[in-house]
Antibody, heavy 113, light 106 residues
Framework: EVQLVESGGDLVQSGGSLRVSCAAS????????MDWVRQAPGKGLEWVAN????????NYVDSVKGRFTISRDNAKNSLYLQMNTLRAEDTAVYYC??????WGQGSLVTVSS | DIQMTQSPSSLSASVGDRVTIICRAS??????LNWYQQRPGRAPKHLMY???SLQSGVPSRFSGSGSGTEFTLTISSLQAEDFATYYC?????????FGQGTKVEI
């Protein structure tokens, strides 16, 4: 069974940094694209970024380019999202997803202004 | 960026009703479209891929159709557990984009 467990969500001040992580199990992690999707409180879903199986290619939504970095450690079956220069509008539940099919339960990031 | 527009934004329905949700893309995306269901406080659940292919384990009362710019998700006979918000997502190009959601209420 595919399992994705996010962690690292926290309350952080505007301009600060945070890294959220996703521990994956139940599938061959090193073979799949992985995505981050976020959902602001009471709002819809927004795709944030994805990364290729070997980590050599990454894609981002414009609003996070230059501030967020997606990465993975295939030896640890883990996905990461490093978030820098955080803004109030980055406040959201961050979901880790395997190829936009399987989803974790989410991790809440709150940015206070 | 490709804009995805769902209609309606919300609808009221009863158990047993047939429900149809429309998703329109601002440019052609072939059939590169997923549908998701999200219940309050829960992660999205993947229902459909390639516009009309049912994800394993999803009830057959869900069906999808369309290609190019117009897509539909149909629930043939609404059940109590289907009251939720539904989203479409295009994966034809980057950035991936979701529709704004359709809330199905009693």
């Amino acid at each position: 069974e595919v399992q994705l467990v996010e962690s690292g969500g926290d309350l952080v001040q505007s301009g600060g940094s945070l890294r959220v992580s996703c521990a994956a199990s139940g599938f061959t992690f090193r073979s799949d694209w992985m995505d981050w999707v976020r959902q602001a409180p009471g709002k819809g879903l927004e795709w944030v970024a994805n990364i290729s199986p070997d980590g050599g290619e990454a894609n981002y939504v414009d609003s996070v380019k230059g501030r967020f970095t997606i990465s993975r450690d295939n030896a640890k079956n883990s996905l990461y999202l490093q978030m820098n220069t955080l803004r109030a509008e980055d406040t959201a539940v961050y979901y880790c997803s395997r190829t936009l099919v399987n989803w974790g339960q989410g991790s809440l990031v709150t940015v206070s202004s | 960026d490709i804009q995805m527009t769902q209609s309606p934004s919300s609808l009221s329905a009863s158990v047993g009703d047939r429900v149809t949700i429309i998703c329109r893309a601002s440019q052609g995306i072939r059939n590169e479209l997923n549908w998701y269901q999200q219940r309050p406080g829960r992660a999205p659940k993947h229902l459909m891929y390639a516009a009309s292919s049912l994800q394993s384990g999803v009830p057959s009362r869900f069906s999808g159709s369309g290609s190019g710019t117009e897509f539909t998700l149909t629930i043939s006979s609404l059940q109590a557990e289907d009251f939720a918000t539904y989203y479409c997502l295009q994966y034809n190009s980057y950035p991936r984009t979701f529709g704004q959601g359709t809330k199905v209420e009693i």
